[in-house]
Every structure is written in structure tokens, then in C-alpha cells.
């Protein structure tokens, strides 16, 4: 079965687990709805969580940060679950952003490099997050249209099926696309 627990907008504090050292301006609503919904699921057995979550988190140095916190409420639900194979499945937010097809691109290298938009840290603190915690997976969105809430959603339900399909019951088959690991240099030659 499934359970739909969602609230749209929601920081991630307010699902920060059991001693979550998640800090906060409003620490009166720090884990209020992990209490409210999830806490009374706590007796029964859960194979895994759909996360889409931290669109509000983009705002003021929440994305800086969102690494963290994300990587300390996964541990605290595996501790309150008693399941430390508990599978999270995160979508990659959706930016609706990108070049539109009339727009020029400006070339590379540039005088200086662009500011980091909270939508590139977001994407980063997932993928840390993934890299750092076993039993993390990606769904990865960024080719996908977006915008805060997508219209066709079943585009990225079927990418979370996918995924769970691969790394939670082992079929094999291509799942995603390729995410990159590093760049090497080597004299004039860059690897990717």
C-alpha cells in the first residue's frame, strides 16, 4: 500500500525526526508534521519514502543547508522506523528554468563564473546527500518541464517507480541517465 503524506510548500524542518539537531528560525514548528502524520505510522513496517520536497527551502540560506538536514531526517526516520534500509527515493526538484529554445547562450570561458542560483545548490545538496547515505536514490528531473507543481506528474512517477524498481528490487535495466561523478584534467584534455 501507499500513503500519501504531503503538504504542499512545507520546509523540511517541520518532518525533521525524533533528535533531529535540525536548527531553526521557528523552532516551534521544527518536526510538527513528522509528528502529526508520520510518528502515528511508526507501528507499521515501511519499505521506503517518495520524497519531493524543498521547493520552500530555496529561499535565503535554506539551500545552502539543505544538505544537511536532508541527510540528518533520513537517519532520524531509519532510527524512529527501526529500519536502517528504510529506501528514500528523492525527486530532484523541477526548476522550470533552463535556455528556452529563442535564447542565445553565452559562451564559455566567461570573465567570471556565474553566481551559484539556490536551484544549482539544491541540486547539489542532493546529490551529496545521495553520495554520503547508502539507500538514497535520485530521480533525476532536470529534462523534464517543470515549475513548482508540473502538470504531468506521471512522467515523474514513473521515473520514481524506476528507480525503486532498480535499486530497491534489483531489475536490471536502464533507469536513469548518466549523473556526473568528477572532471579531470590532463594538460589540455578535460574528462568528465
Known amino acids: 500500500g501507499i500513503v500519501n503524506l504531503a503538504v504542499p510548500g512545507s520546509a523540511i524542518r517541520r518532518w525533521a525526526g525524533s533528535g533531529t539537531g535540525i536548527p531553526g528560525e ?5 518536526g510538527d508534521y513528522y509528528q502529526a502524520w508520520i510518528l502515528p505510522c511508526l ?31 533520513v537517519e532520524s526516520w531509519r532510527i524512529d522506523f527501526e529500519n536502517q534500509d528504510l529506501f528514500f527515493a528523492a525527486v530532484m526538484l523541477p ?36 553520495r554520503e547515505l547508502p539507500l538514497l536514490g535520485l530521480a533525476l528531473t532536470k529534462d523534464l518541464p517543470g515549475g513548482t507543481h508540473p502538470s504531468d506528474r506521471e512522467v515523474y512517477a514513473q521515473r520514481l517507480v524506476d528507480l525503486v524498481r532498480h535499486d530497491v528490487y534489483g531489475e536490471d535495466f536502464a533507469y536513469s541517465g548518466p549523473v556526473f561523478d568528477c572532471l579531470e584534467r590532463t594538460g589540455d584534455v578535460l574528462r568528465i
Not at 507501528?43 to 538536514?69: I, K, L
Not at 529554445?101 to 551529496?128: F, Q, T
Open 26 to 30: 521557528f523552532p516551534e514548528d521544527i
Open 43 to 73: 507501528p507499521y513496517a515501511a519499505r521506503g519514502v517518495f520524497w519531493w520536497q524543498g521547493e520552500s527551502d530555496h529561499q535565503g540560506s535554506g539551500s545552502t543547508q539543505y544538505a544537511q538536514r536532508f541527510r540528518d531526517l
Open 95 to 130: 526548476n522550470g528554468k533552463g535556455v528556452a529554445s529563442d535564447e542565445l547562450v553565452r559562451g564559455y570561458p566567461r570573465s567570471r563564473p556565474p553566481e551559484a542560483r539556490a536551484a544549482g545548490l539544491m541540486y547539489d545538496a542532493y546529490l551529496s546527500a545521495a
